[in-house]
T-cell receptor, first 114, second 111 residues
Framework: NAGVTQTPKFRVLKTGQSMTLLCAQD?????MYWYRQDPGMGLRLIHY???????AKGEVPDGYNVSRLKKQNFLLGLESAAPSQTSVYFC?????????????FGQGTRLTVV | GIQVEQSPPDLILQEGANSTLRCNFS?????LQWFHQNPWGQLINLFY???GTKQNGRLSATTVATERYSLLYISSSQTTDSGVYFC?????????????FGKGTHLIIQP
């Protein structure tokens, strides 16, 4: 049981380049989330999805886009990377938002934009 | 939105010592989790504890939802306990805004 898997684990981008981060979960969870973590801070929510085909903005959505074409996958895109997007990105999933809300996180993606 | 405050921000202990980490939150919650972020950056689930008390080996946690706080206890600390401990909460209500994290307690266990 892999849980939540993120691809890639590390990436270096030049300013203006684009990339997509992939999150895959095998727990049949409805809800999926993308967070970023900056030095000395907790995680902040970028975008989230409440089910296949849905997406919504979180606390810090600017500069990112997301898609949830399949229930098990949640993609985070950077169309034109900026140095301010240097961060560690975490994906998470939960079964629902009612009685079973325990969140499970991927191992993180360390992104550097130069 | 809900506010989460963790204390202390930093803690340095000798191996074998006990510690208590605190998490205060500003509103009612239907999820509270404690995580350990190890030196390699991985987030490890410690407890899912919206209320009550749980124990797992040398670690235990208590959440008093009516008073809006949670405590994480670490007994007989080991160097592998070093890292950052995060508290995160989910408030009930509409939408699915995800967990709100505190800024963490940075724990260093010295041999």
């Amino acid at each position: 049981n892999a849980g939540v898997t993120q691809t890639p684990k590390f990436r270096v981008l030049k300013t203006g380049q684009s990339m997509t981060l992939l999150c895959a979960q095998d727990m049949n969870h409805e809800y999926m989330y993308w967070y970023r973590q900056d030095p000395g801070m907790g995680l902040r929510l970028i975008h989230y999805s409440v089910g296949e085909g849905t997406t919504a903005k979180g606390e810090v959505p600017d500069g990112y886009n997301v898609s949830r074409l399949k229930k098990q996958n949640f993609l985070l895109g950077l169309e034109s990377a900026a140095p301010s997007q240097t961060s560690v990105y975490f994906c998470a999933s939960t079964f629902d938002r009612g009685l079973n809300t325990e969140a499970f996180f991927g191992q993180g993606t360390r992104l550097t934009v130069v | 939105g809900i506010q989460v405050e963790q204390s202390p921000p930093d803690l340095i202990l000798q191996e074998g010592a006990n510690s208590t980490l605190r998490c205060n939150f500003s509103d009612s919650v239907n999820n509270l989790q404690w995580f350990h972020q190890n030196p390699w950056g991985q987030l490890i689930n410690l407890f899912y504890i919206p209320s009550g008390t749980k124990q797992n080996g040398r670690l235990s946690a208590t959440t008093v939802a009516t008073e809006r706080y949670s405590l994480l206890y670490i007994s007989s600390s080991q160097t592998t306990d070093s890292g950052v401990y995060f508290c995160a909460v989910l408030s009930p209500g509409g939408g699915a805004d995800g967990l709100t994290f505190g800024k963490g307690t940075h724990l260093i266990i010295q041999p």
